[in-house]
């Protein structure tokens, strides 16, 4: 029997290659490959129609739109609070955008930032809150946008991980005065890079296009200090392509999960951490927290199943605090951050994309069962 090839937390989805050929022959003709091409204004406006948004702004990837959502709310020389368990790119993005990140520990059941945490960090210097929607899982968005109204605080979410995500009726896009998709290629959706920002209103949206091309207006105009930002035609012809295909995509994603939990459920320490309950999840990652009662630490499966050439991930260790560029940072010191201390040493982010054949799946299963 062949061996296995390795197997990773994750594979990216690519559409049939027929379907992106006529897209690219598109672009050929044209000859316009960025610059807000017809191909770029073809995807926004099918990924508004999609979401179930009005103002999209796309980006050449999440960690720029989030610099720019940030410059956009006039953080400069001030503080945002956000959360330490997150992919580093959040806090890059504060201190591209001239602002110290202030670190507040995490609800304990959804890993997402807790509101009375952020209250607690709000200062004078406080420019904005940027909080996580992790693993896809939902911010207590009532919770924090009642303090950021109460402070007059602008409301920006990295909501890299939650495309498609609703809360209810309505996106969770909608939440906030600005969210900020990632379209990379681990990602649910993926235009190999990518990524959009996601305004409450049209103004703010032709002030991140702006800020995305440089800050220009016109040929002769420019008006604020902006970056070079903008998605190319290219990109924006795969996510047309992906877009068909998003809903089966998840849809496979979300039977992997109820597997998972399934076989998962009834094993001493090993606890599920977003669980296959309902239509508002996209199953982006299925992250599992090792608890005491497990017979071995989270680091000793990891390079257990590592021997079998599988590679789950650690997500997120360390904590964006313990990172030599912000650890000495008031915020960052380990015991006003003890709940996200302790998730980031139990945390395991296992396999999980749409191709994942079911007798691949289950030697992962096996493997998290046995003792």
């Given at each position: 029997?062949?061996?296995?090839?390795?197997?990773?937390?994750?594979?990216?989805?690519l559409?049939?290659?027929?379907?992106?050929l006529?897209?690219?022959?598109?672009?050929?003709?044209?000859?316009q490959?960025?610059?807000?091409?017809?191909?770029?204004?073809?995807?926004?406006?099918?990924?508004?129609?999609?979401?179930?948004?009005?103002?999209?702004?796309?980006?050449?990837?999440?960690?720029?739109?989030?610099?720019?959502?940030?410059?956009?709310?006039?953080?400069?020389?001030?503080?945002?609070?956000?959360?330490?368990?997150?992919?580093?790119?959040?806090?890059?993005?504060?201190?591209?955008?001239?602002?110290?990140?202030?670190f507040?520990?995490?609800?304990?059941?959804t890993?997402?930032?807790?509101?009375?945490?952020?209250?607690?960090?709000?200062?004078?210097?406080?420019?904005?809150?940027?909080?996580?929607?992790?693993?896809?899982?939902?911010?207590?968005?009532?919770?924090?946008?009642?303090?950021?109204?109460?402070?007059?605080?602008?409301?920006?979410?990295?909501?890299?991980?939650?495309?498609?995500?609703?809360?209810?009726?309505?996106?969770?896009?909608?939440?906030?005065?600005?969210?900020?998709?990632?379209?990379h290629?681990?990602?649910?959706?993926?235009?190999f890079?990518?990524?959009?920002?996601?305004?409450?209103?049209?103004?703010?949206?032709?002030?991140?296009?702006?800020?995305?091309?440089?800050?220009?207006?016109?040929?002769?105009?420019?008006?604020?200090?902006?970056?070079n930002?903008k998605?190319?035609e290219f990109?924006?012809?795969?996510?047309?392509?992906?877009?068909?295909?998003?809903?089966?995509?998840?849809?496979?994603?979300?039977?992997?999960?109820?597997?998972?939990?399934?076989?998962?459920?009834?094993?001493?320490?090993v606890?599920?951490?977003?669980?296959?309950?309902?239509?508002?999840?996209?199953?982006?990652?299925?992250?599992?927290?090792?608890?005491?009662?497990?017979?071995?630490?989270?680091?000793?499966?990891?390079?257990?199943?590592?021997?079998?050439?599988?590679?789950?991930?650690?997500?997120?260790?360390?904590?964006?605090?313990?990172?030599?560029?912000?650890?000495?940072?008031?915020?960052a010191?380990?015991?006003?951050?003890?709940?996200?201390k302790?998730?980031?040493?139990?945390?395991?982010?296992?396999?999980?994309?749409?191709?994942?054949?079911?007798?691949?799946?289950?030697?992962?299963?096996?493997?998290?069962?046995?003792?």
């Amino acid at each position: 029997m062949a061996k296995r090839r390795p197997l990773f937390v994750s594979r990216p989805y690519l559409p049939p290659l027929t379907e992106v050929l006529p897209l690219l022959e598109e672009i050929w003709d044209s000859r316009q490959l960025s610059n807000n091409g017809p191909m770029a204004q073809r995807f926004e406006a099918a990924i508004g129609q999609y979401l179930g948004v009005d103002h999209v702004s796309l980006v050449a990837n999440a960690s720029l739109g989030l610099v720019l959502a940030l410059m956009q709310h006039g953080v400069a020389d001030g503080e945002v609070i956000t959360t330490p368990f997150s992919f580093v790119a959040t806090g890059h993005a504060i201190r591209w955008a001239g602002a110290t990140p202030v670190f507040a520990d995490i609800d304990p059941q959804t890993l997402n930032l807790d509101p009375a945490q952020v209250e607690r960090q709000i200062t004078a210097q406080t420019r904005a809150i940027l909080p996580v929607h992790t693993f896809g899982t939902p911010c207590d968005v009532v919770g924090l946008e009642a303090i950021a109204k109460r402070h007059n605080i602008p409301l920006i979410y990295d909501a890299a991980h939650a495309f498609g995500i609703r809360d209810g009726a309505q996106s969770i896009l909608a939440h906030g005065d600005m969210s900020v998709l990632s379209f990379h290629a681990t990602k649910v959706f993926n235009t190999f890079e990518g990524g959009a920002v996601i305004a409450r209103s049209r103004e703010a949206k032709l002030a991140i296009d702006r800020l995305c091309n440089f800050g220009i207006v016109d040929e002769t105009q420019v008006v604020s200090i902006g970056l070079n930002a903008k998605m190319s035609e290219f990109n924006a012809a795969i996510g047309l392509a992906q877009l068909p295909h998003v809903d089966a995509a998840i849809a496979a994603r979300a039977a992997i999960a109820r597997r998972y939990a399934k076989h998962f459920k009834d094993i001493a320490g090993v606890h599920c951490v977003c669980m296959p309950n309902g239509s508002g999840k996209n199953y982006y990652a299925f992250p599992i927290l090792l608890t005491d009662a497990y017979h071995e630490d989270r680091d000793a499966l990891n390079a257990r199943l590592k021997t079998h050439d599988i590679f789950a991930r650690r997500y997120f260790y360390p904590l964006i605090s313990d990172f030599p560029m912000y650890r000495d940072l008031p915020s960052a010191n380990p015991a006003r951050l003890s709940i996200a201390k302790r998730v980031t040493s139990q945390i395991l982010c296992l396999p999980i994309f749409p191709e994942l054949g079911r007798d691949d799946q289950m030697e992962v299963i096996d493997l998290v069962c046995a003792r």
